[in-house]
């Protein structure tokens, strides 16, 4: 099994071109100083926003216009955020504005979700795999291979993971978001590493 994957800064490169159409510094001229405030609050958080766009509307067009619109959203509310925690706060708003999307395509596969308990005697998906060459260079090819087995993934199950295994939010912090039970959210992340691990372990025994 693969360890534990974070995508640190995976989407920098993309979302450095996302950033100056995202950050919306114009929108606020008519006081210099909440933009100012929100900048420095909002921008550290522009990679992982983007990070989550792309998992969730899975095309880079699409992800960096949903960018571009939280952070329009996020300024102009900025006087009702009560922080400290603004990275949820910024999810909630990507999310909502992400889901105006999958309306408009009418094609997102969220409904009828069936939520599985989790299993506490499961072995975790991730582990840490030992710090020797050959094993990072397994671990990044088999980060490879996560990535793509995460877009494949219904869209609540996703957004789950995502929120979980590469941002590290708590179930808590998730329920918030996702407007959901903290059970919704835990059996949904147990659901997509059930899913992940049967999808991993086809890849694994197909021929090479």
Same mark, same amino acid.
């Not at 979700?113 to 088999?142: F, H």
């Given at each position: 099994m693969p360890g534990r994957w974070i995508e640190a800064g995976r989407a920098q490169a993309n979302s450095t071109k996302a950033g100056p159409r995202a950050m919306p510094v114009n929108a606020a001229n008519d006081d210099p100083e909440k933009a100012r405030r929100f900048r420095d609050a909002a921008l550290p958080y522009l990679d992982d926003v983007y990070t989550l766009a792309r998992y969730l509307l899975r095309d880079a067009t699409d992800a960096e216009d949903a960018v571009q619109e939280c952070f329009l959203r996020a300024l102009k509310h900025f006087d009702s955020y009560r922080g400290p925690a603004i990275k949820p706060w910024l999810f909630a708003i990507l999310r909502n504005v992400c889901r105006a999307?999958?309306?408009?395509?009418? =094609? =997102? @596969? !969220?409904?009828?979700?069936?939520?599985?308990?989790?299993?506490?005697? *499961? !072995? @975790?998906?991730?582990?840490?795999? *030992?710090? !020797? @060459?050959?094993? *990072?260079? &397994?671990? *990044?090819?088999?980060? !490879?291979?996560?990535?793509? &087995?995460? =877009?494949?993934l219904a869209e609540p199950f996703r957004e789950t993971f995502v929120l979980r295994e590469i941002h590290n939010l708590s179930y808590r912090e998730i329920a918030d978001i996702a407007e959901v039970p903290v059970g919704t959210v835990m059996s949904r992340l147990a659901r997509a590493r059930a899913m992940l691990r049967s999808a991993w372990m086809a890849e694994e025994e197909q021929p090479k």
């Open positions: 999307e999958f309306a408009r395509r009418a =094609s =997102s @596969p !969220t409904d009828a979700i069936e939520d599985v308990a989790d299993d506490a005697g *499961q !072995t @975790p998906l991730w582990n840490e795999a *030992q710090e !020797t @060459p050959e094993a *990072q260079m &397994l671990r *990044q090819r088999d980060a !490879t291979t996560i990535r793509r &087995l995460v =877009s494949a």
